[in-house]
């Protein structure tokens, strides 16, 4: 992708990001009119799908051949990632948003035939912006991100998860993961994936699991952990498919092979 068109698109992205914080806080107080999606725990909210709505109307009106691939549905309906396409959660941890008005973040990835040019995360209440161009750094605000560092010791690290890992599940052995638990210093659960991975490029997670994501839950995320040398793959190790839910790792290159080997220990 051209530099300049590049830079042009991450200003546009940071700007509009920005408006749709501004709005999200002005409205979170009225009335929310909260349904459910694939189960009763699944929530959508109208503020949700009015900030995908603010989105595909910038987009589409400042860029007429790019494409939308949004969580609520107003974007495009894409079979492949051709050209330039915006992949968009407008309120990634909706229950976080409704049950604590808190730990919810915008999350906007911009990839060019597949590659992921742009990743911005951005914490609505924290005011935190994670944002990173592919071979530009990642940065929180404005600190740039450091490399993360070479760690070796699983015991000390300190892995983003929640509990449907323990119980039983169609993924791995409950009691392999149980042992897991054990052997890590600690486990993590934020409730927003992209924020998940935003610590995770930070360094203060080592990694991150989670059993399906979609490509809005994870697309800018990438940007950012790839621009400090960690790795996202599904659970198997393999390279995921950014048009498909999938079970998701992404960590510190330096426990991938340790993770991997940990939740292949039990699989099914
Ligand atoms: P969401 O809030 O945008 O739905 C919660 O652990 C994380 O998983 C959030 O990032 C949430 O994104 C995501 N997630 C993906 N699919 C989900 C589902 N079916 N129900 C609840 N959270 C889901
Ligand atoms: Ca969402």
Redesign the pocket.
């Known amino acids: 992708m051209n530099v300049t068109l590049r830079d042009e698109l991450y200003n546009h992205a940071i700007e509009w990001v920005h408006e749709a914080g501004n709005i999200i806080r002005d409205k979170m107080n009225d009335p929310l009119d909260i349904q459910t ?3 009763a ?3 959508v909210t109208k503020l949700d799908k009015e900030t995908e709505q603010f989105f595909v109307g910038k987009i589409k009106k400042t860029y007429r051949d790019h494409f939308v691939l949004g ?1 609520e549905g107003y974007g495009d309906d894409l079979s492949s990632l051709a050209g330039t396409v915006w992949i968009i ?1 407008p ?7 409704v049950h604590q008005k808190r730990n ?1 973040a915008i999350s906007v990835g911009i990839y060019h035939d597949g590659v992921g040019e742009i990743g911005i995360i951005y914490d609505v209440m924290a005011n935190t912006l994670y944002h990173a161009k592919r071979g530009e750094g990642a940065y929180k605000n404005d600190v740039r991100l450091p490399a993360l560092m070479e760690k070796t010791k699983i015991n000390e690290a300190i892995i983003g998860m ?1 509990h449907f890992w323990l119980c039983e599940n169609r993924f791995v052995d409950e009691r392999a993961m149980q042992q897991f638990v054990k052997d890590i210093r600690g486990t993590r ?1 934020y ?4 924020l ?1 991975f935003a610590y995770t490029a930070e360094g203060i997670m080592d990694g991150y699991i ?1 059993m ?3 490509p ?2 994870i697309a800018a995320g990438i940007v950012l952990v790839n621009e400090v040398g960690g790795k996202t793959t599904d659970i198997d190790g393999n390279e995921l498919n950014m048009l498909e839910k999938s079970p998701i790792l992404t960590c510190n290159s330096a426990f991938h092979t340790k993770i991997l080997d940990n939740l292949q220990k039990g699989r099914k």
């Open positions: 999606k694939s189960n725990n699944d929530l969580e959660d309120i990634d941890g909706t229950m976080n948003f919810f929640n659960v409730g927003s994936a992209a998940e989670s399906s994501l979609s809005w839950d």
